[in-house]
């Protein structure tokens, strides 16, 4: 890693004005005192979440010390829980710093940031055997030391770690005094993530768990520091070891077994991580394959199947739609796949990364540029910005998930796509969304899925993770049962891109077809129902923008009006904005305005019987106290269908005769026909 960094500096433009500023950085922390090793172990990192607005708290690094925390918003909350949560960022933050001055001095040769870096590794491994098995630790948490949980402590313990061997490897010497103090802390914590190796896949029979992958990277850290070769071959095979989790925690289809992108990345990471430790003996994880030909390779793959236009990767199930740390987390497993692969797909996907992290263009701005980015002979996550970057995005073909149940759409000559989501639950970070639909523009998601605040808010079981949070169907304001639907068919000529999804399994006695259907011209979305007894059926969609024409169709609502639903068998109340009218021909027609200043054409056939509302909800997951105004449609009966169209070319005229439909775009008609044995057809 170390010469690595040389070159860097040496060959290529980024890498030298980057060092600069990661050395201010450390120079900063160190002028405000905020190099000291906390005491206190850390909490849960969850609990950081304002209990008013939802929205992550902030955290400075430059902070010494902290009792009282604010949100975005202005909220200030000082309860222990808090500081046990500010304490985890605080533990993290010190281990990247550690991480990110020894880099800093294989940089510089500064001697300086050699000292910083090995006083807080040293000084982190003689307070570890002070921190408590934790007292405090939720009853269903394997209990760390210096955390909560002793998931979070692998993790940490990965970037200090690192930190160590890069010192090492820059030939830093340690005296009796501080190694003795770092063997203490590496055979304690053999012991502890060996200990938890044991509980989940022996005893809990759990072994796929995400936890067992960080278990390993953790454990394949201290075999590397050690230079133990026969106990990390050991690691990677086995029950739980590292080969067996990729057979059993990555489906066939390459994404995560839990369905969740955020896990898909954070499993991810862990593989990797062990993947470098092993290459210091000479041994290749990367090209190593499961049991169903799962590489890591193809699981970068799957990310850039899901990416939209932009590089942004959806939050499917639980995860954050943006995060800070999220990102370099992101920015770090896209620098190792490209500099491993040479996967240039990725570059988008970077570029978006480091958008996240304060960069504008997207060019290399932190830390995981210099430590795992290639020097030479791969694109730099910059080039993206450029018409070739987006094309080559553009060029990419639909893809069926059929394992995990996501299935992309997309089409050449469509600015539009779809993602849509119909497989497994996800287990405890599962969403109840079978059939729902992510609409995408090239700008950016239309209809995202909002993902999860942090698991402290009470919006996670109130609302995000809860049916009528996506763009699916829920009944009688009841989220859907855990369960997985189906796909019927999935079709991509040059005329269209077709999707039959279907599921018996979110109510009893309920069946519900969605077809999709995307051309040059349009995507059409008709969604059928079918009941056994009556209920109020409810169709949502929740655009990120308001329609430009809301006004002119929308009749005010009473100001204490509601929309009631049934969540967790407790009652939830949304605020009710007003009811709409449709045309003389029975539409609803609005348009939006994208990021890009497009519009975005949407036309609904107001069947009759049918109700239209627009309904204030919670925003999405990075500030759910930013209201959205959501589309709902509801039929109440034994039957429902939806019927909708979007375009970028302009208004779409939709005309419903028994099951025969007529859709004009551009003067160009139309004809669709559905049948329940045959569905959609043209």
Known sequence: ????????????????????????????????????????????????????????????????????????????????????AWLVFKHQSLARAALQAAAVYAGTR?????????????????????????????????????????????IWSTTLLRALLLLKDEGVAFTTDEQEAVDQFLTMLESSMTEYRQILIYERKNPENNYTAWLNASLSCVYAVRGERESLLGLIEGE?????????????????????????????RAYLISAEMAQRFGIDLYTAEGTEGQTMSGM???????????????????????RLPFAREIAEILEIGLTNYGKQELVPLLAEAYRQLGSKTGERCDLEALLYGASEGVAAAEDCVSLSGLQAQRSRASRLLAPSG??????????????????????????????????????????????MVPYGSSLRKTWFAETASHNTVSLD????AEHEGRCVRFEETEEATAVWLQTDGAYPGCRMDRHLRLTEQWLLDWFEVKLEQDAAIEWWMHPIVEALDLASQLEPADPDASYELRINNEQRSLPLKGSYVPSADGLLQFTYQLKDGSKLYHSALQLPGTEAYAIHTPGNSIDPSKPLTALLQVQRGLSGRFIHVYSTKGPVALTLTGSELRVECESIVTTLYMSEEMGLNS
Request: glycine letters at 10%; proline letters at 6%.
């Open 406 to 451: 996501f299935v992309v759409g997309r089409h050449d000559k469509s600015k539009l796509s779809f993602l849509a989501d119909f497989g497994p639950h996800g287990g405890s970070h599962g969403h109840y969304d079978k059939l729902h639909v992510s609409i995408m523009h090239r700008s950016g998601a239309f209809t995202p899925d909002f993902g």
């Open 240 to 268: 739980g070891g590292w080969r067996h989790h990729l057979s059993i925690g990555v489906k066939a289809d390459q994404l995560e077994f839990e369905g969740s992108t955020y896990y898909h990345i954070f499993v991810l």
């Open 110 to 154: 500064d001697d300086g940031y050699a000292s910083i870096a090995k006083h807080l590794v040293v000084e982190y491994a003689r307070q570890f055997p002070h921190y408590p098995v934790h007292p405090d630790a939720q009853p269903w948490m394997l209990k760390g030391r210096a955390f909560h949980q002793a998931l979070t402590e692998g």
């Open 300 to 322: 970068f793959d799957a990310l850039v199947s899901l990416a939209d236009d932009q590089g942004v990767i959806p939050a499917l199930h639980d995860g954050p739609m943006e």
């Open 477 to 480: 304001g009841i989220s859907q």
């Open 1 to 84: 890693m170390s010469t690595q960094i040389g070159e860097k500096r040496n060959k290529t433009g980024w890498a030298a004005t980057l060092l600069q500023k990661l050395k201010q950085e450390i120079d900063e922390l160190a002028a405000a005192g905020s190099l000291t090793i906390p005491s206190e172990p850390g909490g849960w990192w969850h609990q950081y979440v304002c209990p008013v607005h939802h929205a992550e708290l902030l955290f400075n690094p430059l902070d010494q010390d902290a009792h009282e925390f604010y949100c975005p918003h202005g909220c200030k909350v000082d309860e222990p829980a808090y500081r046990g």
